[in-house]
């Protein structure tokens, strides 16, 4: 294995096997002595973790001084999963899910032998993304993640309890129970979190943004009320400012875990206050120089550390006294829930590295325990705050903050004497720990400091004590030059509820701005909540002043926002206004009444263009549920002159997701599809098959749609559409309609035509010369549609339709998609004679692991040639159909993953597996799930909607089934992939190769 570095910078290798076997995650004590979670290699489900832990944690220590760990002690055994660790005050705290652990050594053995259950997250999830931190802010605070969607409660004093299953950055005072949420998300895996110098919490995540066009994972300033992706039901209740908050910098499926922020001026002044990130899908730490602009960052982005191995993955990174930095490599261990190859290699172990600046100056007794700490008083701790030792530093904080009013008096001096701005904001963050009314007013010097850095702290400082005593100085912050301090300021102002800010702060959202202070500014107004003050706002003459104050109204408690305050603003010449007022619109769909008016006059505008009108069209949509939108729709489609405005109505009935498709819609579908317009026709069929159709009202639909699939002159495609939308499927199949169907499901047709007749055919009821002939059809069928088309023997118990049946699946080329549970059921329906046929192909079906682990390594030597453009073809192809299922870019289907950086993360050996058994793992956050009915039927797809009243599944690239959540009775992790098996078959080798070779090349570099 090669570790590369940058030049001028050196590795080493500081501990591994037999010291520590797989590292996870570390943190050093006062003494220089690292505290390392050591995983067993266990990716046993999280619950029997949790009974049996099996992890540790390991103390380690360099007795010689040579940068290499050479003692180690068992700091504490029998450890569920240890997702972070953080030495603060004597104690070791371990983030192990669903708890925060407080490890503490009483006699000095260097074994802990009093645990305390600091923190009950209470939630364990299959992923155990729970809970991850803690980490130490520099305000004292104690902050942790929480990922997974699993619902906490906290209790909030005075106020309804905090009830949330989004992520969230959380924190608490050590000594405290209270829990604050500083960041909201609808992102898997909130992982690590680090502070710049002035209190700015940077954060490393999992799946921002739905996979597509290369992003997903990202590295975030976390902005305190913000809300930031993934776009999720789990963050529809939380207070919004408006559109997500944007991401500092997007990684792709990288996996990025640790974090650390380098205080140091050991590797340069370049290199002072940047942050380091580990990505561990992409087998590197990345180095982030973050620049301040607005009111936000800018980042520059490059490696750091690469590694030439597969099995390198880094999982945390920190800075060492001595400004070298520390790099764990857990290993190739871990494979639950891992985005990479389930083949987990647990003997392939891990190490921890240093990273050396070559020639770099040494800094001589780096934690200073050359210095007689206790004997140390407040004046010469003061001294410390801006040492040239980061850990000294630190320290310093640490013990002035231990002596509490007994070093105010000092830290008040340093504010006033020191000339360093370092010391100073140091001497801020030391008051931070205090409490009581005098370091209050010692911090409000510091909020007249000549330096933005000091000031900004101060302000860190007030915001998180509610410090209703700084409102003065804060006001000047929120007019000031500044857009850091003006954001850091707006912050703090809602945080002490004064409703005298009101108006300074809607002033601030008057002027030039960027999203995260437009954030800032309008969140201290929602948390603030004086809808009489914010009421005025809508006076201003700045369309921006406007724009705050109807999203504050529309998001606090108690607002008040009426439609008729809002339906003026639609149509809004200012873009802010227009924006905003359709974004609370779209969130109020019981507002449908009120704004049919508006509706209806827009579909009736003759000049409005192509882009307008489905502007129009998305925004309907979101209100297709309310009766009299619904009635709107109707006579559009019935009664409208313009083609355009029917068309526009009738894929709103389609995108409208209604539960069951009102009863005004009938007749109005079945006009269009006995009309003779193609286009409309077309929609109109997509519309029907779209939503549920009440059983009393099926047969008139059913019998319009029968009109258009036995139109010879319509498309196949529309025509198979049809027959796929008739309520409860097809009662009889006549010839000409078997022959359009059994030709549909030709490979060479498109993935739509297929799917179409698929759904078809695995409803019909056809007798048994019709089995007989699309048995037949079952040697060519792909393998999308070959378990579905296989469906329809199941009305069959003949024993000639059996055994053509046997015969035609033994020559598909498709067969490896068709699993043995879906065809062993169907044998018993058959005489003896077809099931003793069918034995032979379930045992060609009963792949072993061992077996397939062979074929993947006999196919693997094979495809060596591959051809990049001709595998982009293959890729795009009916035959293949992979793009109707995934992206790569801008195009390609949703309903599997996006592939535009798969083979930056994937081995050629992990891409062919999920080629060809693709039910062997499966990517985070398109895991198959097990839907079971009260009647007992079953679905099974990916989870496209989550809601509270209902489940919506993909099946298929042309599927979707909608199941209210009343009807369901049971809901479990499937264990088949959307994707069918057997892709292999159907493509030569010269394709396989192509289409790995297009895969792994498939990659966008870092910059």
Not at 369 to 376: D, G, H, I, K, P
Not at 956 to 966: D, G, K, L, Q, W
Request: hydrophobic letters at 40%; a negative charge.
């Amino acid at each position: 294995m090669t570790l590369t570095v940058p030049p001028g910078f050196q590795v080493e290798r500081a501990a591994g096997p037999p010291l520590v076997d797989r590292p996870i995650v570390a943190d050093f004590d006062e003494q220089g002595r690292l505290y390392v979670a050591e995983s067993s290699g266990s990716n046993d489900k999280v619950e029997k973790q949790l009974q049996e832990k099996p992890h540790r944690i390991l103390r380690l220590e360099d007795t010689d001084g040579d940068g290499r760990f050479d003692k180690r002690t068992v700091f504490a055994d029998r450890m569920m999963f240890p997702e972070g660790t953080l030495w603060f005050d004597g104690s070791l705290y371990v983030s192990a899910p669903p708890s925060i652990w407080k490890l503490t050594d009483t006699d000095g053995d260097g074994v802990a032998d009093r645990r305390e259950e600091w923190f009950q997250g209470k939630t364990l999830t299959g992923c155990a993304n729970d809970l991850h931190g803690p980490y130490l802010g520099p305000d004292g605070w104690i902050y942790w993640c929480k990922g997974a969607f699993a619902e906490q409660k906290y209790e909030l004093p005075g106020k309804p309890p905090f009830v949330t299953r989004a992520a969230h950055i959380f924190r608490r005072r050590p000594g405290e129970s209270l829990v604050e949420p500083v960041m909201t998300g609808g992102m898997d895996n909130p992982v690590d979190v680090d502070f710049m110098p002035t209190g700015e919490q940077i954060l490393t995540a999992t799946f921002l943004e739905h996979p597509q066009l290369g992003r997903r994972d990202a590295l975030i300033h976390a902005v305190y009320g913000g809300v930031y992706g993934n776009q999720h039901d789990v963050i529809e209740r939380h207070k919004k400012t408006g559109d997500l908050l944007p991401a500092l910098t997007h990684y792709g499926p990288a996996a990025p875990c640790g974090l650390t922020h380098y205080a140091s001026r050991v590797f340069g002044a370049a290199y002072q206050d940047n942050f380091f990130a580990c990505l561990f899908n992409l087998h590197k730490v990345t180095r982030h120089v973050l620049e301040p602009s607005g009111a936000t960052f800018n980042t520059r982005d490059s490696d750091f550390l690469v590694s030439s191995s597969l099995d390198f993955h880094p999982t945390d990174v920190l800075e060492d006294a001595d400004g070298s930095l520390v790099v764990i490599d857990t290993g190739a261990w871990y494979k639950l829930c891992c985005p990479t190859s389930q083949l987990a290699k647990p003997d392939v172990l891990g190490a921890i590295y240093r990273v050396r600046r070559k020639e770099a100056p040494k800094l001589d007794d780096p934690r200073g325990l050359q210095l007689v700490w206790a004997a140390m008083k407040p004046a010469d701790l003061t001294q410390l705050l801006d040492d040239i030792r980061p850990a000294v530093r630190k320290r310093a904080i640490g013990q002035l903050a231990k002596l509490g009013n007994g070093a105010i008096a000092a830290l008040e001096s340093a504010l006033k004497t020191s000339g360093s701005a370092e010391a100073r904001r140091n001497a801020v963050w030391a008051l931070t720990r205090i409490e009581g009314a005098a370091a209050r007013q010692a911090v409000h010097d510091a909020l007249k400091d000549q330096d933005d850095t000091v000031r900004h702290a101060a302000i860190h400082s007030a915001g998180v004590w509610r410090d209703a005593g700084a409102l003065p100085h804060l006001l000047d912050a929120l007019s000031g030059p500044s857009p850091q301090l003006q954001r850091a300021a707006a912050e703090a102002l809602g945080r002490t509820g004064d409703k005298s800010a009101v108006p300074g702060l809607l002033a601030a959202a008057g002027a030039p701005h960027d999203r995260v202070l437009e954030h800032s500014l309008t969140y201290a107004v929602i948390e603030i909540a004086d809808p009489a003050a914010t009421a005025q706002g809508l006076r201003a003459s700045s369309p921006d002043t406007r724009r705050a104050a109807l999203m504050a109204l529309d998001q606090m408690d108690g607002g008040g926002l009426k439609p008729e305050q809002v339906t003026p603003l639609l149509t809004s010449s200012e873009p802010p206004l227009k924006q905003t007022a359709w974004w609370i619109a779209e969130r109020h769909p019981e507002w449908g009444g009120a704004l049919a008016g508006f509706f209806r006059r827009r579909l009736d505008a003759r000049n409005l263009t192509s882009v307008e009108r489905e502007e129009v069209g998305g925004q309907l949509a979101r209100f297709g549920s309310d009766p009299q939108i619904q009635d709107l729709l109707a006579a559009t489609v019935a009664r409208a002159r313009a083609k355009e405005s029917r068309l526009v109505a009738l894929r709103v009935m389609e995108k409208a997701r209604v539960k069951e498709m009102p009863p005004v819609w009938i007749p109005a579908l079945v006009l269009v599809l006995e009309g003779k317009d193609p286009d409309l026709i077309r929609e109109a069929v997509a519309a029907a098959r779209a939503s549920a159709v009440p059983k009393e009202r099926a047969a008139e639909l059913t019998d319009a749609l029968q009109r258009v699939a036995r139109d010879s002159a319509a498309p196949a495609e529309v025509r198979l559409e049809a027959l796929a939308a008739i309520p409860g499927g097809i009662n009889s199949v006549d010839a000409e309609l078997l022959d359009l169907l059994r030709a549909s499901i030709a490979p060479t047709q498109t993935v739509g035509a297929r799917g179409f007749a698929a759904s078809v055919l695995e409803k019909a009821k056809l007798s048994r010369d019709q089995l007989l002939m699309l048995a037949d059809s079952l040697k060519t069928a792909g393998p999308l549609e070959l378990s579905r088309v296989l469906a329809a023997f199941d009305n069959g118990s003949d024993e000639e339709v059996g055994l053509k049946m046997i015969a035609a699946l033994g020559q598909s080329k498709a067969l490896s998609s068709l699993r043995a549970d879906v065809l062993r059921p169907r044998l018993e329906k058959y005489p003896q004679p077809v099931k003793k046929q069918g034995e032979a192909l379930l045992a060609k079906l009963n792949l072993d692991a061992a077996r397939q682990s062979a074929r993947l390594e006999e196919l693997l030597a094979s495809l060596e040639g591959g051809d990049i453009r001709r595998g982009q073809a293959v890729f795009n192809s009916q035959k293949a159909a992979c793009s109707s299922c995934h992206a790569i870019g801008y195009l390609g289907g949703k309903v599997g993953p996006d592939l535009t950086k798969i083979g930056q993360i994937r081995a050629p050996r992990d891409l062919l597996e999920a080629i060809i058994y693709p039910s062997a793992s499966f990517v985070r956050s398109y895991e198959p799930l097990m839907v079971i009915t009260k009647s007992g039927e079953r679905q099974s797809g990916v989870v496209r909607e989550d809601a509270p009243d209902e489940v919506v599944l993909a099946t298929s690239a042309t599927e979707e089934v909608r199941i209210p959540r009343s009807e369901i009775a049971e809901m479990r992790p499937g264990t088949v992939s959307v994707m069918p098996s057997g892709l292999d078959e159907q493509l030569t080798r010269q394709e396989l190769a192509d289409l790995l070779a297009f895969l792994k090349a498939t990659r966008r570099e870092a910059q």
